[in-house]
């Protein structure tokens, strides 16, 4: 029998006019241990539904059947997978062909979510996706986005392709709120995945935070989800991380705006993973 989650997160519209769940797990590199799975079933049935499979981790196929058959036992349309594509030297047709290995690798029809993983491939860049686009049309995904890219780099895929992304990945925190992409993302109907909302635990010790935390009675880790949540991210909880493994609903409530107010300016500009530059904002 399927798990029936305890709570309820909520979904974002995204601008294809499919939703997303507000919280995810992301599965990252991690070995294919009892461990993993005894997790994942524990947020399937706090209420996650958005599981993060990555190609470069190479661990989908335990993690998909976790979820579908291993003990969740999930309907496959009550999950919303998301698949992140290895872009570096590959062409069009290998982004396409690279998709369709996974797929079955996994034991997918589909995915709901397709996100090519970074900036990494200058020259195939815009082909890569146009690939994305081919996919979607095909049915093979439901959504195309792209990942941890500047906003001149996004600005120069949109230019050149039909499909505006329903999804852009990136790291935004309080230290890095990287306004002007949000903005950008905001005024296209585009949702914006945390991929990174705890800033790799660096600042957990922060006096302010600790304090902040302390007030709402909440970890640190805690109070930066819900600044994500609050600002209407969609943050992706890592599956082995302390945060995981509390009540959901303890992620989810919105904060005080004051505390909000406290927060933004905690801005210093700290990058803690795929640091890209503008120089090759217009190549592709």
Known sequence: MAIAPTVDIPILPMNDGFDIP?????SFRRDPTDKVRELLLRMIDEGIRHIEISELFGNGHVVADCVLEGGAELNRE????????????????????????????YGLDYVDLLIIHGPLDISHR????????????????????????????????????NVCPAVVEMEITPFHQRLDIAEFCHDNGIVVLCDNPLAKDI???MPILVELARG???????????????????????????????????????????IVEVMD????????????????????
């Not at 009550?78 to 690798?105: H, M, S, Y």
């Open 22 to 26: 507000q919280l995810g797990i992301a």
């Open 78 to 105: 009550d999950v919303f997978f998301t698949l992140k594509v290895w872009p570096k030297n590959r062409k069009k047709e290998e982004i396409v062909d690279a998709v369709q290995e996974a797929l079955g690798f």
């Open 126 to 161: 815009v082909d890569q996706y146009k690939a994305m686009e081919e996919l979607k049309q095909s049915g093979l995904t439901r959504s195309i986005g792209l990942a941890n890219m500047t906003h001149g780099q996004l600005s120069n895929i949109l230019k050149k392709c």
């Open 203 to 205: 600042n957990s010790d």
């Open 216 to 258: 709402l009675d909440i970890t640190t880790q805690q109070l930066l989800i819900r600044w994500c949540v609050t600002k209407g991210y969609a943050p992706l909880l890592p599956v082995d991380h302390a945060a995981v493994g509390t009540k959901l609903e303890l992620l989810l409530e919105p904060l005080p705006a004051d």
């Open 265 to 284: 300016a905690m801005e210093q500009g700290q990058l803690t993973s795929w640091e890209t530059n503008e120089e090759t904002a217009e190549e592709g």
